[in-house]
């Protein structure tokens, strides 16, 4: 006799459309690899339950001081504060449009998809530079090197129980109700900031791997240990009879940026074309609506960069508002003035410099300057740009939107004018501290020490930077074929206008 052999009946599967609302996740989650057993959904429950135990290990060791714990006005003056950090670094994050449109439109239309791909990338390398190492190096609590650079370890401690501490009342009358974050987050696109700048001035011939590269380096390391100097109480501050001043960092983010991309573009050399037996030749660029939104949009943004600066919603702000406009507005018009007499008619592109020139001129002082001082020292610096781009070009320097005369020596010069004719604050009728003004050449002499300081330091960093980059990967300019044909396509394989592009 045979045995037959059966074997035995499946449990009908079940389909999600069938179950239960109770029964579905459970369903969701055995249809999952190495989910289908009890012990393993045994082992996924724990998550959670250890996500919560760290949590309140997390919060007991941070116990302290909380928002609740402040009275009325502490908790509104705290929120005020982060408040309006928050909003002015928006404003300064923002500003890598204007960045971006200007240099875009002040350049040829075959590099435009470059130009925009690299402001917008730029700032994401720098922030992350900065997050990791940099905001230490230049904030850290200890300082290898006293005076000279710092060091606080690596990223950034978020712990927010010094600032509502100091909210409310418990610490020293030195101390800053700023969460952590949000200070990170300022000081960050200020970074991102002095990185952008470089772009435009190695602009149409730079290799992007190389540039990005080089922009790490400037934000995680050459820019906040010389921003370090003076904005973390650095040797500028006690060298001599009286302090460095720099606001909101004419020296320390523009002329660093300036210096930085100087270097750049004379390693580089001119573009193809640019000079011929020593003359420039004018390379227009593709599209001047861009240029003047890129503008206006960096104007609007220095109402984070320079208010931004007071670190606090106080009755200060809007004074720093009209310092920084009427700045603007004095380079605007001194640039156009000059323009329109040496070239025979009013050039747009001065236009957009000396607005951009006359606010690079006040940044160092728009705390420390008369509504009159600001208005000239901007009319000035709109002088100075157009001097300075002509020199450049004199010079055979290929700087295809005058970004160094901009950023570079007008951020010298905003440095130097608060030892011309500067003031000791903001309040009415506050001493003059400038030469001009009855403050005696200290304040002059240290002007003069740190810019020079900036300029050396950032000059010969760069210098080794740039070098040792182009030795790793055979340098840092494109291939003569490629700067024709267009870095759009050489460097991104795309271009920005293709239904313009010719066919053949």
Known sequence: MTTALHSQPRSKRSRLQEVSLLEGPMLLLRSIRGLRTNQSLVWLATVPIALFGLSIFTFAAKAGTSLSDLTGPQAASFLADNLWLFVATIL??????????????????????????????????????????????????????????????????PD????????????????????????????????????????????????????????????????????????????????????????????????????????????????????????????????????????????????????????????????????????????????TILSTLTAGKPDLTMIINGILAGLVSITAGCGNMGFVGAWVAGAVGGIIVVFSVAALDAAEIDDPVGAFSVHGVCGVWGTVVIGLWGVESMDPGAAGIGLFNGGGIDQLGIQALGAGAYAIWTIVTCWVAWSIIGGLFGGIRVSEEEETQGLDIGEHGMEAYPEFASTK
């Not at 435009?112 to 700032?123: D, S």
């Not at 600032?163 to 200020?190: R, Y």
């Not at 149409?204 to 240990?225: D, M, Q």
């Open 160 to 335: 927010p129980s010094a600032a509502l501490e100091c909210a409310a009342g418990l610490a020293g009358d030195d101390c800053v109700q700023l969460v952590p974050s949000v200070d990170f987050l300022f000081q960050a696109a200020f970074a991102g900031t002095a990185a952008t700048i470089v772009s435009g001035l190695v602009a149409e011939r730079v290799k992007f791997g190389e540039f990005v590269i080089f922009a790490i380096v400037l934000s995680g390391i050459i820019y906040p240990i010389s921003g370090s100097w003076e904005w973390n109480g650095g040797w500028l501050n006690t060298v001599g009879k009286v302090e460095f001043i720099d606001f909101a960092g004419s020296s320390i983010v523009h002329s660093v940026g300036g210096w930085a991309g100087l270097v750049g573009a004379m390693l580089l050399g001119p573009r193809i074309g640019k000079y011929l037996d020593g003359k420039p030749q004018a390379m227009p660029g593709h599209s001047m609506a861009l240029a003047t939104l890129g503008a206006l949009i960096l104007w609007i943004g220095w109402y984070g960069f320079n208010p931004g600066s007071e670190l606090a919603m106080d009755e200060y702000v809007a004074y720093v508002a009209v310092t920084t406009t009427l700045a603007a507005a004095g380079g605007a018009i001194a640039a």
């Open 92 to 157: 300064v994050i923002f500003m890598n449009a204007g960045f971006a449109m200007v240099e875009a439109g002040m350049c040829r239309s075959k590099n435009a998809v470059n130009i925009l791909a690299k402001n917008l990338f730029v700032f994401a390398l720098a922030v992350t530079a900065y997050w990791v190492v940099g905001y230490n190096l230049m904030y850290g609590g200890s300082a290898p090197i006293d005076g000279v650079f710092y060091w606080g370890g690596f990223f950034v401690d």
